[in-house]
């Protein structure tokens, strides 16, 4: 077996998994009234199919006062019979279920409680909602630990395996924790022993009201990664007592949700914050399991196999690929569709208050109603154009039983995806890529590399659809001087890794210009091999290490006319960009118009009148124009045609892949 650490069972008091893989708890927006929906049970069943060992569901409310719209209720008796529905269709597969035990704190918006202030252990704002909680009464406290008790035993009768109480990410728990939201002088604040006391006495509440035997797991914090607040050796001492309270397993993740430092976004390197798993590790007896950036069987071998937990999670890349275990498990790792952490899809869509779905995979979330099922006629596909859109479009009608060819006049599948592999932070998109290419390839799909699809080649393949994908290309801006020796279009730079002057101009604050600006700001500057080096030998000092990895051999400046950088930046990928950028001196000028460029730089004009931007090199990220010219020359030569992706409307990738599966579904 490719990965015997992963595939090992281990037991938690009388729960048995039959591997080390955890789907841990997240928030999918299936659940719009608190009740069981087929929709969540479709989206579980395929994941425990999948061969998870252990699915944790959540967060569930234990109460009516600290969760928001769409979460799974667990505060009544009356959602037993749906929770009972969904352990049941989990449970058939062999998988483990548990459920988190969720109070939300000042985490809470006072809108989705009836207008009711948020409680939490004092009356600290929050940045995340700009709301003040209350703080609770002494008499109080023991009436919310109950709750949490209530709610576990609620959930053995449902049917669950297990519990999971939530004492991370700056939730009720982690707010009695910490000293920069608990600022009580009683018996629950103050000192370290008195910020634990909330925590510990929930645990010791719920295992008392569970019994000796019924496995509860804490999901802890191994680091708040918030100024003033809990490191990895306070998490450590409240791991230990909540070991002795009656804590079987730690969920160790790190960050509140107000923390400036990246949890989950692409820029954090895989298995990044598995050393928050080892110090809990090292101080409890239990097993551990290592959460965030965890979604390769390779990497997660890697981590248990070096002893820094026993359990690993992958709650985001069970969501791009539920047959994620069972492909590793059966030597088909290749063929898995990685999580590539775009956010696209999950966090963006919930923070926009849709349910989840996922980039790389359209079928998320509608499992049922997106079920791949045999065409009633096979047909010919001519699919023109090898982006992520056209081959999505072409395995799913290969899937379906069609004969598929796929043209691509370049030497390379993949499209505008490949142009992030020189982006730091954004490289992994290219597994998007490679993954659709790896299992193009393992269906049998026909491709013909470094061929354009012309009017006459169409006519002799005589196919019965043809499906133009052929993406987009970069427009030039209507100004003079854009045909200049200094003057490069951010595609062709990002694709050939393109010389430029040491004073750059990039004309667009879109996504690919901000993107290219971080490229280009990065020259330079220390890379990882190197700062390793000289940190370890001591070779300079932490002040010139932080300049050098600060500033690059560049200096860059983004002009944007309009009022606002970024506009099609996901909101949860958009904070971690700027902020690299402000690191690295990048000069971002908004509601500025181009002119015009000269061979010395860029003429602009905001609204204190024209002005010059010097510039050895301009880059154009200027936006995209749809490629779909062929569609008016052919359409009397097929018997059918449609138009996907960025051929149709210049998008996001999450959009192109959605268009091309959608589609061949259809065929």
Known sequence: ???????????????????????????????????????????????????????????????????????????????????????????????????????????????????????????????????????????????????????????????????EILGSAGYLISQFLSPITNLREDDYGGSSENRMRFGIETILKVRKALGPDYPILLRIAGNDFMKGSNTNHEAKQFAAEAEKAGVDLFNVTGGWHETRVPQLTMGVPRKAYVYLARGIRSAVSAPVISSNRINDPKVAEEVLRSGGADLVTMARGLLADPDLPNKARTGKSRLIYHCVACNQGCFDSIFQGRPATCMVNPRAGREAELAIKPAPKSRKILVVGGGPAGMTVARTAKDRGHNVVLMEKSDRLGGQILLNHLIPGRDELETAAIDLIHNLRDKGVETIMEKAATPAIIRQMAPDVVVLAAGAQPTTPKIKGTDGDNVIQAWKLLEKNSETGNNVVILGGNAVGLETALFLANQGTLSPEVLHFLMVNRAETPETLMELLNRGSKRVTVVEMTKKAGADVGLTTKWTLMGELKRLGVKILTQTEAVGITPEGLQVEDEQGPGFIAADTVVLAAGSKAENGLVDIIEDQVPEIHVIGDAKNPRNVLTAIREGFQLGLKL
């Open 1 to 163: 077996m490719d990965f015997p650490h992963l595939f090992s069972p281990i037991t938690i008091q009388n729960m048995e998994l039959k591997n080390r893989i955890v789907m841990t708890a997240m928030h999918l927006g299936y659940t719009p009234q608190g009740d069981v929906t087929d929709q969540l049970v479709n989206f579980y069943a395929e994941r425990a199919r999948g061969g998870v060992g252990l699915a944790i569901v959540g967060g569930c409310p234990i109460d009516e006062f600290g969760g928001m719209v769409g979460m799974i209720a667990l505060y009544d008796d009356r959602f037993i019979p749906g929770l009972t529905r969904l352990t049941d269709a989990v449970k058939e597969h062999d998988c483990k279920i548990a459920a988190q035990l969720y109070q939300a704190g000042r985490y809470t918006h006072s809108v989705m409680i009836g207008g009711q202030k948020p409680i939490s252990a004092s009356a600290v704002r929050s940045r995340l909602t700009g709301e003040t909680p209350r703080a609770l009464e002494l008499e109080e406290i023991p009436g919310v630990q109950n709750k949490f008790a209530e709610a576990a035993v609620r959930a053995r009768e449902a049917g669950f395996d297990a519990v």
